[in-house]
């Protein structure tokens, strides 16, 4: 139920302020743009942001909320901003309220939402090792980027929130949604039973170079389980390069069971991964099933979403771990 919010200008200029918008809040939303959102606030020529990285908080009147709880907050701009454009630069918001029953975290995680609270661990030096300890332990990379770098304070699917993209060649209609590929939770997602079927990951401006990578059958049945695959990686898309191949590889034997394989002598970073099945699966079938992937390694490259150090861009570096944002 929320009483205020802030946001924060962006800091490239002064201008391009936000003036006429709406603060809404809703909880049906599944793309932004349906759902019944209700107007929790209008700002009609509000100049409270008037220089780079301004921030402001408003209090949230009591009658538009009128003891209602949200789970999706939108900001809509419905007129120019202070340089008589429509961008909508932003670079932060906060909101405050009152969590309602129904919204702490193992509700969440049992819904399919958000997990335990963070534990990404803050290093003691300036740099950080994505290092494999134990299946979906909270080391990998995947597992950071829905922590944002430990700026969130509970995991969310990094799918769901922009950090990763995933597609695949097919997906059953019974299947649950592709990010489920990403997710924390075994479910069933699984392609349609055709030959060359795959499921790729695009981690974005984030490059890698791997040492482990961890995968986790799906929980329909013992059966379907991969045996005849490659991870490839790219950096466009176009041009896949075979990590490992496995030739009737036995390692999946159960439902939300999870491997992890030991990735030796890699020298390249990619920034996407594809699970390519180039023969039939435990059932002599062509299902691709698989309802999580994790990865470890050496990261290079900056993400826009988290805080890096401050050594040349053009340098091999690790994600670091922002301690202030983490105190």
Not at 140 to 150: D, P, S
Not at 201 to 227: G, P
Request: hydrophobic share 30%; charged share 20%.
């Amino acid at each position: 139920i929320p009483t205020h919010y802030t946001i924060r200008h962006y800091a490239s200029f002064d201008t391009e302020c936000i003036r006429n918008w709406r603060l809404e809040g809703c909880n049906s939303s599944k793309n932004g743009y349906d759902g019944n959102w209700i107007c929790l606030l209008k700002h009609i020529n509000d100049t409270s942001l008037n220089h780079k990285g301004a921030t402001h908080t408003w209090q949230i009147p009591k009658q538009n909320v009128n003891n209602q709880s949200f789970s999706q907050f939108r900001l809509f701009q419905f007129g120019v901003n202070s340089n008589q454009h429509h961008y909508l630069p932003l670079s932060g918001f906060e909101v405050y309220g009152t969590i309602v029953s129904g919204h702490n975290q193992q509700q969440n995680a049992a819904a399919g939402g958000g997990m335990a609270s963070s534990s990404v661990e803050r290093p003691s030096g300036p740099s950080r090792v994505f290092k494999h300890e134990s299946a979906f332990d909270t080391n990998g990379l995947l597992y950071f980027l829905g922590c944002q770098g430990g700026i969130r304070q509970s995991w969310c699917n990094p799918a769901d929130i922009g950090m990763v993209t995933v597609t695949s060649s097919s997906l059953m209609s019974d299947s649950q949604p592709l990010s489920a590929l990403v997710g924390r939770l075994s479910t069933r997602c699984v392609t349609k039973p055709h030959q060359r079927s795959w499921m790729q990951i695009n981690i974005k401006d984030v490059k890698i170079k791997l040492t482990h990578y961890t995968l986790r059958h799906y929980n329909s049945w013992d059966t379907e389980a991969l045996r005849n695959w490659r991870l490839e990686g790219s950096l466009d898309g176009e041009n896949w390069t075979v990590i490992r191949e496995h030739h009737n590889d036995e390692s999946l034997r159960f439902k939300g069971q999870s491997y992890t394989w030991l990735l030796r002598n890699i020298n390249s970073y990619y920034s996407m991964f594809r699970l390519f099945q180039f023969d039939k699966n435990s059932n002599n079938h062509y299902y691709l099933a698989c309802s999580g992937f994790e990865i470890y390694g050496e990261v290079y490259r900056q993400h826009s979403q988290i805080t890096w150090d401050e050594w040349p861009r053009n340098k091999s570096k690790h994600l670091q771990i922002d301690r202030i944002r983490n105190s």
